[in-house]
Every structure is written in C-alpha cells, then in structure tokens.
C-alpha cells in the first residue's frame, strides 16, 4: 500500500474510532425508547366542543356544553393573567380540567388522565382557576338580605315544594358533616 493510502486509511479509522469512543460511555443514542409514558394526547375534550350531543358535558362536567360556555366566558374575563395564544393547554382546557376535578370530586390525577395534562401541569392550572373562582365568589355568591327572603322563601317553594326554605344542598358533590351532637334522622 502506498504511503498517500495508508494515510488516509489511518485519518478514516482514526475518525471512526473518535466516534465509537464519544458515543459508547454516553449510551444515549443506543437505547431504546422510552416505555413509561406519563402523559398521552387525547382529543376528548375538543371532540366533545364540536360534538352535537352535550352527553360528554353532562356525564363529566354536570352541565351542558352552553352553560359550560357560559361560565368559561365569565372566568376568562376574570383571568389576570391569561395564557399565551399559543400555549399547549389553552384556558378554555384548563377551566374544563378544574370543573371535571370539582364535579368529579375524585383526584387531580383523574381529572388530569381524562384531559390528557401531566398530574404536575394539572396542579398548576387546577389552583390557578381555584383562585380565581374563589374571588369570583364574593360576586355570584350572595345571600338575599332581609327584603328579598320572603321572594326567595315563595320561589323556592313553587319550585321544590317546601316552604320555609331560602335554599339548599343535597349533599351528593358537598360532603356536609352531621353535628355531632346531633339525635334526629340523616
């Protein structure tokens, strides 16, 4: 072999070597992919937007898709600080992650697997709209004061039949502790 071909030979296996050698102890190139996959895409929630039926609405979210609307419209305008147009969960999501873990009452986990968000990303927006609806409480939750009770006590009464009664909760999404002191029937 004639010097100039050996030369070269060497500066080829030389590269080839350098190669090997910088990709072998990092092993990052050699693996698989990963399997444990925390988060998967799904479109559910979109599907169940542009679906005629509200079934979705009513079976997760204990509402339909207007009324759904409705209160997404007021907690957007509420939101200081909205996400970007181009953010991976737009707030229109994240309103319906908080509503599905409020109704639900289950954990953020499972509100975050069926909107397909990571459990950490679910926590962030979850509390976000929890801040937010609870200062939207002091305006859309508001007790009637002493001219409008007997208004109140009527309406009630045409529509549930009981009379004496400004209003209440059947305790199926609230959990309402008996007193302890309590005797009668529950």
């Known amino acids: 072999m004639d010097p100039e071909a050996a030369a070269v030979a060497i500066v ?3 590269a080839c070597a350098a ?17 444990i996959v925390s988060t998967f895409r ?5 599907e169940a937007m542009r679906a005629p039926s509200t079934t979705w609405f009513h079976k997760k979210l204990w509402c339909d898709r207007e009324s759904f609307i ?3 419209r007021e907690v957007h305008a509420a939101f200081k600080r909205k996400p970007a147009a181009n953010s991976k969960c737009p707030l229109v999501k994240r309103f319906a992650l908080t509503m599905f873990y409020l109704a639900q009452g289950g ?4 509100a975050a697997t069926v909107l397909g968000i990571s459990r950490p990303r679910a926590v962030v927006y ?14 859309y939750v508001v007790l009637p004061n002493a001219n409008e009770v007997q208004a109140v006590e009527d309406g009630f ?3 549930a039949g009981f009379p004496g009664v400004v209003g209440a909760v059947d305790g199926t999404t609230i ?3 008996r007193p302890h002191d309590f005797e009668g029937w529950l």
Do not use: G, Q
């Open 126 to 139: 979850i509390n976000e709209c929890l801040d937010v609806l609870s200062t939207m409480a002091a305006t």
């Open 19 to 35: 190669a090997i050698t910088a990709a072998t102890p990092d092993k990052r190139r050699c693996r698989r992919p990963s399997s």
């Open 157 to 159: 009464f045409v529509v």
């Open 70 to 72: 409705r209160m997404y």
């Open 107 to 110: 954990a953020m986990d499972s």
């Open 42 to 46: 799904t479109t559910t929630f979109e």
């Open 12 to 14: 080829v296996l030389s």
């Open 175 to 177: 959990a309402i502790p």
